[in-house]
Every structure is written in C-alpha cells, then in structure tokens.
C-alpha cells in the first residue's frame, strides 16, 4: 500500500472539501445557479488579489493569463523590458519575442532576485519601454522578488506592469492596487488549491488605455471580448469556462478567507522555514543563498555531490508515493524543488522530509535518520505552529 502526496509548486494538493466541489454534478455555464457561483467567485478574486481593478477568468493554465496579458496589453513592435531570475521570466521572454514584441533583458544568476533600481536605470535610459514583466515568486528557483518596490517604481513612467504572481499570489503577500500593479496573473492550482485549468488576471486603468489601442492578434484571450461577458448581468465569460474548476475555486477561495490571509502566510512562512531548516542539517545546500530572498512556496535545494538529483525524485514519487520537483531549464539535474504551496500542512512536510531521508539514505548520503524530522518538528513548535 502507498499514500500518495504531491509537494510540487503546483499542482498543489486538493482539500476533500473543495474536491467534493469539483466532483458535483456539472451545471450549464448559462445557468442562473451557474451565473451565481461565477459573479460570487470573480468578486472573492478581487478580495484575494487586494484590487478593485477588474478581474478575469479565463479557462487555461497560468501560462494563458501570462499569454493574454502580453497578446492584449501592446503593439507589435513595442519594446518591454523582461527582468528575469528564472525559467518563468525566459517564458515571458519567449512569450513577448513570439508575438513580435522587442525584448530588453535584465537577466540575473538564477537563485538571485531583481534589483528593482536596475529597472529604474532600464527606464530612464529607455523612454520608448512600454512594460515591465516580473514574476513575484519565480518558481524555478524559490527566490521571491520585491513588486512593492518594482511597484513604486513603474508607476512614475508611462509603461504598464505585468507580474506573473502565479506560484506567489496567495502564499505571501501581494497588494495589486496599494503596490500599483497594472496587471498580474495567477492560476487556480497554485496557492488557491485548486484543480489545475483557470487563470485569473487583473487589470489596472493604465493597463486598459493600453489595451484599447493594442494590435497583437489574438482571438480566445481577448480581454475586450471577457469585459464585454464579464458586463452583462448576469456576469458571463465570451467562451464555454471550466465551469467544475470554477465551482472548486469559489469553494477554495472561501477556506482562504476562513482560515484567514495572514493564517495562510505564516503557514507557508513555517512550513518552507521548516523544510529549509531541515535540509541544512541534512547538509544540504539552498540554491537560494539570501535567505531574505527566498519564497514560502517552495525550496530549491542543490543536489549534491554523488547524488543522483533524478533518481531522487524517482524514489520519493515510485517507491514512498512524494512528488516533488526537479530543476527546470538549465537546472535540470542540479536541483531539487519541494513544493509547500497551497494545502499543505506540517505532517505533509514531515512525510516530505521522512522519503527525503530514505531516499538520500538509499543513495549513500550520510546523516542521522530522523534528523531532518527532528528539526521540522522544532521550527514547528518554536513557532507555536498550531495555536
Ligand atoms: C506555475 C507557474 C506558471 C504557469 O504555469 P502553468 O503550467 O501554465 O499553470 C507561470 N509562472 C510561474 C511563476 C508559475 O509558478
């Protein structure tokens, strides 16, 4: 017999609650029960994101609120500056170069976050820039990077925003309007827990003026044609939605608010303090070498010396039933990712930590059995983790 756990960066683990959601009959996207659930979920996505903005759903994964925000936003041609610590920013690199747009990159060693005074010194030199694209926790590596900051920033030229908070949204803090940002996309089966299949995307005022004289072809992502929807009373989406995702978000996104957002944070801020600690005494290395810089959703660690990273994670997932997360891009084979987003509470990261431990005994890695265990267990305690 083996219990299965997923301890990746999305998709996260599913609560029975919002799964029994997901499992109820299907309703008809035109229906007024349907129609209900829709309106209920886009108004608790706007207290989710902290905006008044608008707020969209669109049936795709993350990638195509990213893939709308570019696609609606400017005309080809126009010159937007990437800021890039990852896998995620080479795709809104690939994303912009694929539908004509130029790219300016400001690249940094993956496992570093951005410098926000880089993008200040990138705009001055560069009044013709006409947006900004960042993630706010870039997955690839587990760095959180500083929106707040980049926020202050870009607010005083005329280029819009665009921060893909997919994996960050959620699990630590992002004020969309206090911090100014034009537009920023998540996905349903990040910190919202939910099944994988709905992006959602806010838009700013700057973003609209933009959009209205935007040229990028684009038909499914139109953010025109989901305002016209989302006008009508009831609100509708253009295109048939995911519409069992929708009702497992509206479910999820209530056990946010009842749980409480600042609950949900220093949740994720113990559980990835936990995980990081534990590994340390593993004696295993953090890619991400600030710890200011590093994110709660997940922990990249490198993998070590006479370690097969591959096999790892093979083990875990085959032969102890834990799925976490290889390196991706040009860290594939040099890291290991475990996730700690969304559902995830501290006997997950126990188990996590316990396969760890098997698989790196397997392996020939030398510790104490338990060790890493151990140490979960007193950052735990220490941050009276369950009061
Ligand atoms: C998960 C993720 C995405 C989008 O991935 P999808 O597979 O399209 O949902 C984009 N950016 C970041 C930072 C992510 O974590």
Redesign the pocket.
């Known amino acids: 017999m083996r219990k299965n756990y997923v301890m990746t ?2 998709p996260v683990p599913i609560s029975n609650e919002v799964l029994i959601e997901h499992g109820k009959p299907l309703m008809h996207h035109r229906s007024p029960e349907f129609s209900k659930i829709f309106a209920e979920l886009t108004e608790k996505l706007k207290k989710f994101m902290q905006t008044e903005n608008d707020v969209f759903v669109l049936t795709a ?4 609120a ?1 893939e709308a925000a570019v696609t609606n936003t400017f005309c080809t041609g126009d010159k937007v500056l990437v800021a890039s610590v990852g896998n ?1 920013g080479e ?1 809104f690199k690939k994303m912009s170069k694929t539908f004509g747009l130029e790219v300016i990159a400001l690249d940094y060693e993956w496992g570093k976050p951005v410098n926000p005074e880089d993008i200040k010194k990138a705009l001055d030199q560069d009044p013709d820039i006409k947006g900004v694209m960042i ?1 706010h ?3 690839s590596t587990g760095v959180l990077n500083d929106i707040e900051a980049v926020g202050k920033i870009v607010k005083d030229y005329p280029a819009v925003l665009i921060v ?1 908070a ?3 949204i959620g699990a630590s803090e992002l004020k969309v309007d206090e911090w100014n940002l034009d537009i920023v996309c998540g ?1 349903s ?2 910190a919202i827990s939910a099944p ?1 299949g709905a ?1 959602f995307i806010s838009v700013s005022a700057k973003a609209w003026q933009m959009i209205e004289k935007s040229d990028i072809p684009r038909f499914y992502f139109c953010l025109l044609a989901a305002k016209k929807s989302a006008d009508k009373n009831p609100p509708q989406t253009p295109w048939t939605p995911g519409i069992s995702i929708i009702v497992a978000m509206n479910k999820a996104l209530d056990m946010f608010f009842e749980e409480g957002r600042e609950k949900v944070y220093e949740r994720h801020r113990v559980n990835a303090l936990a995980v990081q600690s534990a590994c340390e005494k593993l004696g295993l290395e953090m890619l991400v070498t600030d710890p200011e810089s590093r994110g709660v959703s997940v922990t990249s660690i490198k993998v070590p010396e006479n370690i097969d990273g591959k096999l790892l994670t093979k083990t875990m997932r085959v032969k102890y039933g834990v799925t976490i997360a290889g390196g991706q891009g040009k860290l594939t084979g040099l890291i290991f990712r475990i996730g700690h987003l969304g559902y995830v509470g501290i006997f997950d990261v126990i188990t996590a930590l316990s396969a760890l431990e098997f698989a790196l005994k397997e392996q020939g890695w030398k510790f104490e059995l338990g060790i890493s265990v151990t140490e979960a267990q007193k950052v735990f305690f220490e941050n009276n983790y369950m009061e």
């Open positions: 960066p999305g994964s993350g990638t195509g990213m995620f795709r993630q926790s870039e997955t893909d997919i994996s960050g996905g089966q990040k994988s992006a």
